[in-house]
Structures are given as C-alpha cells and as structure tokens.
C-alpha cells in the first residue's frame, strides 16, 4: 500500500469512527426537519494578484497587488436533513497593506452563490469534511492617479470549494478553501491600454456561523386542528408580504460599451439589492400571483467618464407549485414586467448621454420554498429570475439588462394567518 493510500483510509477511518458518537444534527428525517437556516462572517484571504499598470512616464509596467483579508456575510440552509449546503456570500470591507506603485487598489471575488455537499452528513462534535461549487465574480480595481483612475472589472467563475467544519450547538465553525480554476482576464489601465491580471489559484477562509431551526419548533404544534381552523374560516388562501436580500448577474455583453467604451467593465458585474413584493396564493390549486418590485443600480467609473445603468421593475408573476418532497416545493412561473432604464454618462464633466425608456418584457420565474405544511404563517423562499429580452439602446448600439436574478432567503409571511392562529390560540386554551 502506498504511503498515499495510508493515509487516505487513516482519515476515512478518524472520520467514520467519529460517527459511533457523534449525534446527528438532523436526527429525525421529517418535513419540519428538512431545512435549517444559518447566517455567519467569513474571513477570506487572497494571495498576491498579478497586475500591470502605466506609470507617470506613460510606461507598461508590471504589478504585484499584496495579500489582502476580507469580512463577508454569509446567510444560507442546509437541506435535505444536513446533506447539502446553499448560501450566499456578500463582502463587507477589504484590508489591504498600501503599496507605493498605486494610491488605491482592491481585489475581491464578489457575490458568491455556492452549494456544498457534505457526504457524511452533519454531525455535532464531529470534524465534517464537505465539496462545493460556487459562482463567483473576481474583481479588480486600481488608481495610480487622478488621471490614471480605472473601473472595477469582474468575471463570473466556478470555484470549487473543499473544507472542515465543527458544530457544538447552535454555534458552526468551518474552515475552507476555494479553488479558481479561470482565473486570468484583461484590465484597461488607461483608455488605449491595456495589462493582463492573474489571480491566485486558492483562497482560504475562515467562518463562523449560528444555526436557526426555524421549522422543527414548530413539530409540536396542532397543525392539523389550526389547518381545518383556517378551512373552516375559508382563510386557507390568503395575501403574503415578502422581502428579502438579491443579487442581479448581467450576463450578455454590452455592443455600446464594447465599441465606444472598451475600458470599462462589461458585461457590468453584480449589484446587490432589495426584492419586496406582495402577492396572492390560491390554496386549492397550489397557485401564486405576485406583485414584485426591484431597483437595480449599476455604476462605472474610469479614465473621466461616468456611467450609470439604473433599472427599476415592477413584475406581475404568476407561478405554480410542481411537487412537495418533505417540505421542499419547487415552483415555476412567467412574468411581465414594467421596466425602466435609465443611462447617464459624463465624461470629463460633461453629460453626454441621459437616456429614460419605459418597456414592457417577459421573463420567468423559477424558486422554491421550504414549506413543511401548506398554511404556514411564515416561510422562506428562494427566487430566481431572468428576462431574456432586456436590453435598450444608444445612439443605435445595444445595452444590455439581461440579468439572472437569484433571491436566495425571502421571508414570507401571511398576516391574515398570524392573526387567525391568535385567535385559534385565544380558543383553545
């Protein structure tokens, strides 16, 4: 046997060992177990990126960026009784040494949407290996001068991810790193110029997380007497309100941008943002109709121009739920949409285009929701969204706001229900 092997089957061992005495985190396999939600901090860290820049002599030289560490968000579930991981990952801030070829920098990989698999299942007081994926977006920026200021240019990845977490609790410690399999792009450091980047093959991180069981309390309730409480009240269909965190991807290219303005970002990268909405839901036929409202903002900056793309939508979504396996409903749906685009650019202080259309576009409507019985108060969902068709023009080239939308957690709550269970609760004490 190789020393490799050894090893390998040494570690298998340690782990499945643990496994004897170790409790599971999801004990029971039941609807109301299916899910549990987790919100944390990351710390990552990104090695050196390599980079270029034109000096003060109008020189191609090349660049080094230093380490730097990164505070992130992280809100997500585990699903299917601890197998699989979703979450999303927002950075927070950035620190990062000063170097003297440059005044400001920054390097970052952005919005990270990931699934991880833990093939052992979560366990408490047990080290639980897992494998993943993500999709996310390297970042770059640099300023030499006042002159010299260029945009934030991204790439969407993969990334693969490996790593070992510890959970006493309600308390989830973890330790990963990722893997940036396409990891080189090219930056504009000046309007005619332009260098390669590089980023570093791994990134290591550190997070800590809380658990919240949000369903498994709610075993112990009578859901069968409040259930046929609502039914016989006629409330089983009902308004919802829903709100929650969402990140927009621009995926096609911009025609405008790449023939007038090659040195800004394009497609333009992630936006975060606020998805509100307030719907309808159709018991009987497990149907949905919604109201949904998003303002996205994307701005760019570099070399003396200024670039604003703003949408604002207004959908009317109508969505129908496909199957319920243990708690989880997927749904699919269509969507028409009011949508508003705006454009506003200046270069070296001058405006030179300030453009609002209003337009009509389909799109679909895609999600989830982890609903362990049908007249839930409260659940959560997850939203994915796409318009195919949007995008406007400038001075006859295309700008394009075809954006994949994915709403991960949204908080869905019925008020009608909430005040019905007081008022069941009142009546049977």
Not at 194 to 202: G, K, M, W
Request: charged share 20%.
């Amino acid at each position: 046997m190789s020393r490799i092997s050894f090893f390998f089957y040494c570690g298998w061992f340690i782990l499945g060992s643990q496994s004897v005495w170790a409790q599971k985190v999801v004990e029971q396999q039941t609807r109301f177990r299916f899910a549990q939600m987790h919100i944390g901090i990351d710390g990552q860290y990104i090695p050196p990126v390599q980079g270029g820049y034109v000096s003060a002599t109008g020189e191609q030289r090349p660049l080094t960026l230093p380490g730097t560490y990164h505070p992130r968000f992280t809100i997500g579930a585990t699903h299917f009784w601890g197998l699989v991981d979703l979450y999303v990952s927002f950075p927070l801030t950035s620190i990062r040494p000063k170097i003297d070829e440059v005044q400001e920098y920054g390097v970052s990989t952005n919005v990270a949407t990931g699934a991880r698999i833990h093939p052992l299942q979560l366990r408490y007081h047990r080290i639980n290996p897992y494998l993943g994926v993500n999709w996310s977006t390297l970042s770059y920026i640099q300023r030499v001068n006042e002159q010299l200021s260029g945009a934030t240019f991204t790439k969407d990845v993969i990334a693969l991810e490996g790593g070992l977490n510890w959970i006493t609790g309600h308390h989830w410690f973890e330790l990963g790193a990722q893997y940036l399999p396409a990891r080189d792009f090219s930056y504009a450091t000046s309007r005619e110029t332009r260098t390669p980047v590089r980023f570093p093959a791994f990134t290591a991180q550190l997070s800590y997380k809380f658990l919240i069981d949000v369903t498994r309390p709610l075993e112990k309730d009578n859901k069968a007497a409040f259930g046929q409480y609502l039914r016989d009240h006629r409330q089983l269909s009902g308004f919802h309100i829903d709100v929650g965190p969402s990140a927009a991807f621009t995926l096609p290219r911009s025609e405008y941008n790449a023939r007038t303005r090659p040195y800004l970002n394009n497609p333009s990268g992630n936006s975060t943002f606020l998805d509100a909405s307030i719907g309808y839901y159709f018991y009987k036929p497990d149907f949905d109709i919604r109201l949904a409202h998003r303002h996205i903002v994307a701005d760019h900056a570099a070399y003396g121009l200024s670039q604003q793309l703003d949408r604002r939508s207004i959908s009317l979504e109508v969505y129908k739920y496909l199957l319920d396996y243990h708690g989880f409903v997927p749904f699919l749906g269509l969507s028409l949409s009011r949508e508003q685009l705006k454009i506003h650019e200046i270069d070296k202080g001058v405006q030179v285009t300030d453009q609002d259309e209003q337009q009509l576009t389909p799109g679909l409507v895609v999600g989830w929701d982890i609903r362990p019985v049908r007249y839930e108060s409260i659940l959560l969902r997850t939203n994915l969204r796409y318009s195919p068709f949007l995008k406007t023009r400038v001075n006859g080239q295309t700008i394009s706001f075809q954006q994949l939308e994915f709403n991960f957690i949204q908080a869905v709550i019925y008020p009608q229900r909430i005040l019905a269970r007081r008022k069941f609760l009142k009546e049977n004490r």
